[in-house]
């Protein structure tokens, strides 16, 4: 599949202006791991080939479990998560698969159990940040597999 938009190249101001709300969540308070989490969950459910490749490449490097990975697609019955997790994933789905309606009041309710008020915005803005970056990658058709992770250079 060959990429139809070249945005680096084209649009750098908003490459910029993404790149700069993900230095913002680096610092936000929000553990990088769960951050991942949630980024490579809605990159699979929107179907996002070269965001799942990199995440899953970020998450490998920083030395995720395989088997939580693996697990990620039937989240909701694989025992590898904590609940804190659990709650995030919940909101993560429910906030990107927003075309079956608004976020159901059950999953705001399980997210505030484990989340403040500032870290359930920061989370918030980071599935809207994925799913911005999926929205990009799917349209510009960014191929998958070439990513290499930082650690692993």
């Known amino acids: 599949m060959e990429p139809r938009i070249h945005y680096t190249n084209v649009a750098p101001g908003v490459v910029e202006?993404?790149?700069?709300?993900?230095?913002?969540?680096?610092?936000?308070?929000l553990d990088e791991p769960l951050v991942n989490l949630v980024c490579l969950r809605?990159?699979?459910l929107n179907g996002c080939a070269y965001c799942i490749d990199m995440h899953w490449k970020d998450m490998r490097?920083?030395?995720?479990?395989?088997?939580r990975l693996y697990g990620l697609d039937a989240?909701?019955?694989?025992?590898?998560y904590s609940d804190r997790e659990r709650a995030a994933l919940a909101w993560t789905d429910a906030v990107t698969n927003i075309q079956d309606g608004h976020v159901p009041d059950d999953v705001h309710d399980r997210v505030q159990k484990f989340f403040s008020e500032k870290e359930l915005a920061d989370?918030?803005?980071a599935i809207a940040s994925i799913n911005g970056?999926?929205?990009?990658n799917i349209?510009?058709?960014t191929p998958?597999?070439?990513y290499r992770p930082a650690k692993a250079r």
């Open 133 to 136: 970056w999926n929205r990009l």
């Open 42 to 44: 809605a990159s699979q």
């Open 61 to 67: 490097a920083a030395g995720e479990d395989e088997q």
């Open 144 to 146: 998958a597999g070439t």
């Open 123 to 125: 989370l918030t803005f």
């Open 17 to 29: 202006a993404m790149l700069n709300l993900a230095g913002y969540l680096r610092t936000s308070g």
């Open 75 to 80: 989240w909701q019955e694989s025992p590898y």
């Open 139 to 141: 349209a510009a058709r």
